[in-house]
Structure formats: structure tokens, C-alpha cells
Nanobody
């Protein structure tokens, strides 16, 4: 079994910063992808940023230049540094990872964290 545990959400004023962390633990052979999604009230969940095991990153246009994703492969942890926050960033942020286990190293599964609330006030 694999778990993703998130931390770092909270309340900030516009222009502020937050850093989210997500640590994967359990029966892990490899982590092919780690990323952050967010879901605001009444909206669909959207990809914010992702990073592959090789370090390739991608970002939603709305966060480019403000958010940075990074990962520590030794710790199975992904981070999201969020700067210049705006009220439109308010959402529940979910960690996502595509992971293979030792019992099935060629069979990837997608896992989700429990979500962490980010609220940005104007």
C-alpha cells in the first residue's frame, strides 16, 4: 500500500508565499511522476504542476513564473513553492503520483493525497 501525505497549506494574503510538501511512503519500487492538482469550489480539478523522475516539469499557464515544483527522489517527496499568490489560487491542492510497486514494477498505479486547503485573501 502507498500513502501520500501532504502538508503546508494555509491562509495567506495576496502577494504572499506558501510551500506545499507531499511525501510518498509504503511499497514503492519507482515513482514515475509526481504532481499537484487543485480544485476550487464549483470547478473541475486541474493540473497545476508536474515533474517526472528525470526532472522534466510542466506548469499550468496560470501559475507559470509564480510556482515552482521540485522533488527529492531520495525522500520520495515533491514540493510546490507558490509565490505571488493571488485569490484565484484559492483551492484544495492534491498531491498526485504514479508509482510502481516491487511486486509489479511494470504496472503503474495512480495515487492521490488527501488534499490541503490553500486560501488567498485579497
Amino acid at each position: 500500500q502507498v500513502q501520500l501525505v501532504e502538508s503546508g497549506g494555509g491562509l495567506r494574503q495576496a502577494g504572499g508565499s506558501l510551500r506545499l510538501s507531499c511525501a510518498a511512503s509504503g511499497s514503492i519500487f519507482s515513482i514515475n511522476f509526481m504532481g499537484w492538482y487543485r480544485q476550487a469550489p464549483g470547478k473541475q480539478r486541474e493540473l497545476v504542476a508536474g515533474i517526472t523522475s528525470g526532472g522534466r516539469t510542466n506548469y499550468a499557464d496560470s501559475v507559470k513564473g509564480r510556482f515552482t515544483i521540485d522533488r527529492d527522489n531520495a525522500k520520495n517527496t515533491v514540493y510546490l513553492q507558490m509565490n505571488s499568490l493571488i485569490p484565484e489560487d484559492t483551492a484544495v491542492y492534491y498531491c498526485n503520483a504514479i508509482i510502481t510497486s516491487p511486486s509489479g514494477p511494470n504496472v503503474p498505479y495512480q495515487y492521490w493525497g488527501q488534499g490541503t486547503q490553500v486560501t488567498v485573501s485579497s
